[in-house]
């Protein structure tokens, strides 16, 4: 295993780290929120005589602002009171469930007879009857004052250790995780039983789940930095990638938490360190991928029990798998596009570090440069001259100031940096996909680029990595980069309405620097130079053989014209529009193709030929051959020379052609 871990993994894992410290996730944060929450415990014991604890994410600091975790509280024997109830279990019940028979006559009101006639508790009685509030689990949730949700449980407290555990306190354990004395502190704790049973039981009504919350919110306090880290990623990718897909209902923190228990304790602790944080992620997610596979997912404390029954099957676990196996394929990469607390974009900043040296086959770096050098510079230049076209005094002196201040060289090396790395991303990517050979390696040094790449700007350099991912058929992730460009795409600095006027005002104020101006506010278009033919969705291909020996431009534009460009409004929705039709999703493509028409007509548009032909391009897929011969007529006609519409317009001919002859 560990000749397949990148180089990277340990300096990447200590800057996550760090970044994670700064989160609020340090060893001393967060003990004192472990010891608020037990003061606070012990002053609701004083006014209550069941008492109420806390448990899940809250009680365990496993929580950070960006999760939103909810409060989960248990009040012990609510209603029950002092009442002596027997656990039993019988062979028909399952795994981790027993049923309590009360042995006084009060109860007898919440009873029903099971299948054998015995009297028991009925877990439908105890729920709280408040509008405002839903039955989630055994839990019955609410909002109060629409701030944070709060799960309460109603449990009844079992002092002695439950009998279908007693083999997790003699289990053996090769690496000493949890210690003797600290099975012996969580034996005696006990257990709840909380009201609920299994979904496919018969019996579901008369049963108790067996929760041995205290012993995990112990062992819980008993991991170390890099645990509490790692738990706290794995929650945060669930979040990321896996719910948006799949929905809250299916993988929830809990089955990572049970994996996490297993690894720990099946694992030397010399692992389990600052350095190898990724590594330990990456076994994590390969556990977890191994259960979802085999659709079983065993309760730490008993086994017996699956978790993922009735929850993980079927279409479900193999959307799962699909997910993991994306994740897993990225080595770690995955973790720059987490939005909780803002991790991806600081370990995008933490990770900046000098390019690697590479050897381009033939193509000169300096030249390189130059052109993305000449190309930023053009659409600065463009920007700035719409702006006094259209007579913004205010805005071009904004947007002037960066540009013509003297920037120190580390700075303008940082922005042509970053285009530089989505170009030669893009052209490793465009070599290795024409390489029958397929070098997996020259693509994942790709990919790599094109990540660092992808803070050039709000969109060009997003939108050739999910140009990428697309052309890998890695569906997911594309549209994963294209909703995180829908999200960031709402400050178009030259839009002509009133949050122009406060979004620039607010750059003013904040006194930003180039760099950040371009990254967070500015929306350049894609070019392609002819070298990335390969990483180019073939319906732009032909943009770069507009260029005839008829059309009579200089050198300077020829040059130019040979590079593919399109606006980034419009090629958002044109890879959405690919993506969904590998997808097979027909009303999303249209709902894409609409779109992509009302960003023509009602937007300002730099390559409008482009545009149109892109849109051609859809409704000739669709069968449309009229609308999309009328369509490049009118591209014809906006602009004659430099124009890829003619290649399309003789395609259509030729077919019109070949369909008429017969």
């Not at 037990?38 to 004083?46: G, K, L, N, P, R």
């Not at 509280?73 to 795994?95: G, I, K, Y």
Request: proline fraction near 3%; hydrophobic fraction near 40%; charge should be neutral.
């Amino acid at each position: 295993m560990t000749s397949n871990i990148p180089d990277y993994y340990n300096e990447v894992s200590l800057r996550l780290n760090s970044i994670l410290d700064t989160t609020g996730l340090r060893e001393d944060i967060r003990w004192k929120r472990i010891n608020m929450l037990i003061q606070s415990e012990e002053a609701w014991s004083f006014q209550f005589a069941d008492g109420f604890h806390n448990f899940g994410s809250q009680a365990e600091a496993t929580t950070t602002p960006g999760l939103q975790s909810d409060v989960d509280l248990d009040a012990e024997n609510w209603v029950l009171h002092n009442e002596c109830v027997l656990a039993v279990s019988d062979e028909n019940t399952p795994p981790g469930f027993v049923k309590l028979q009360p042995k006084e006559n009060e109860l007898q009101s919440l009873c029903k007879s099971d299948r054998y006639g015995s009297s028991v508790l009925c877990n439908d009685y105890f729920g709280m009857r408040h509008k405002n509030w839903k039955r989630h689990g055994p839990a019955n949730r609410g909002y109060p004052g629409n701030i944070i949700a709060f799960d309460h449980v109603l449990g009844v407290k079992l002092y002695a250790w439950p009998d279908q555990a007693s083999h997790w306190l003699t289990r053996n354990r090769r690496y000493n995780w949890p210690s003797q004395e600290m099975i012996i502190i969580i034996q005696q704790t006990g257990a709840l039983l909380v009201p609920v049973g299994q979904n496919l039981s018969q019996e579901q009504h008369l049963e108790w789940r067996i929760s041995i919350s205290y012993g995990e919110k112990l062992l819980m306090w008993l991991l170390n930095s890099t645990q509490y880290k790692c738990y706290i990623l794995l929650k945060m990718i669930n979040k990321t990638f896996i719910k948006s897909v799949v929905g809250d209902e299916t993988l929830s923190s809990y089955h990572f938490k049970t994996c996490m228990f297993y690894l720990i304790e099946n694992t030397p602790a010399t692992i389990w360190q600052p350095e190898n944080l990724l590594l330990c992620l990456d076994m994590c997610l390969i556990l977890m991928y191994d259960w979802i596979e085999g659709e079983i997912c065993p309760n730490y404390f008993i086994p017996e029990e699956n978790m993922f029954q009735c929850k993980i099957y079927g279409h479900i676990s193999r959307q799962l798998l699909r997910v993991l196996s994306n994740l897993l394929k990225e080595k770690c990469r995955y973790l720059v596009r987490i939005s909780c607390d803002n991790i991806g974009e600081k370990l995008v900043r933490a990770c900046q570090t000098p390019l690697m040296e590479l050897e381009l086959q033939g193509e000169d770096v300096t030249k390189v440069l130059l052109i993305s050098s000449a190309l930023l510079c053009t659409h600065i230049r463009s920007i700035v001259q719409y702006a006094f076209r259209n007579e913004w005094i205010f805005y071009s002196r904004v947007l002037v100031r960066p540009f013509f201040c003297h920037e120190p060289r580390e700075e303008v090396h940082n922005i042509l940096r970053k285009f530089f790395c989505s170009f030669l991303g893009s052209k490793l990517a465009s070599t290795s996909c024409f390489d029958q050979n397929r070098d997996t390696h020259s693509l994942d040094l790709a990919q790599e680029f094109l990540l660092r790449g992808s803070s050039s700007d709000v969109t060009s350099g997003k939108l050739k990595l999910a140009a990428f991912y697309l052309l890998q058929n890695n569906l997911d992730i594309c549209k994963d980069v294209l909703n995180e460009i829908h999200r960031k795409y709402s400050y178009k600095i030259l839009d002509q309405n009133n949050r122009c006027q406060h979004m620039l005002q607010a750059i003013l104020s904040e006194n930003l620097s180039t760099a950040q101006l371009i990254s967070q506010y500015v929306t350049f278009p894609v070019h392609y130079h002819p070298s990335e033919m390969n990483c180019i969705p073939k319906a732009l291909i032909l943009q770069m053989f507009r260029s005839t020996e008829s059309d009579e431009v200089d050198s300077y534009e020829n040059y130019f014209a040979k590079l593919v460009s399109v606006d980034p409004n419009v090629y958002l929705y044109f890879l959405e529009y690919l993506c969904y039709h590998r997808q097979s999703k027909s009303l999303h493509k249209i709902v894409a193709l609409n779109n992509m028409i009302v960003v023509i007509r009602h937007e300002q548009i730099e390559y409008l030929d482009s545009a149109l032909n892109l849109v051609a391009y859809c409704l000739l897929q669709k069968g449309r051959f009229l609308s999309a011969y009328n369509i490049l007529c009118k591209s014809m006609k906006l602009k004659k020379a430099l124009n890829a519409a003619k290649w399309q317009i003789t395609t259509i001919i030729n077919a019109a052609f070949r369909f008429q002859r017969g």
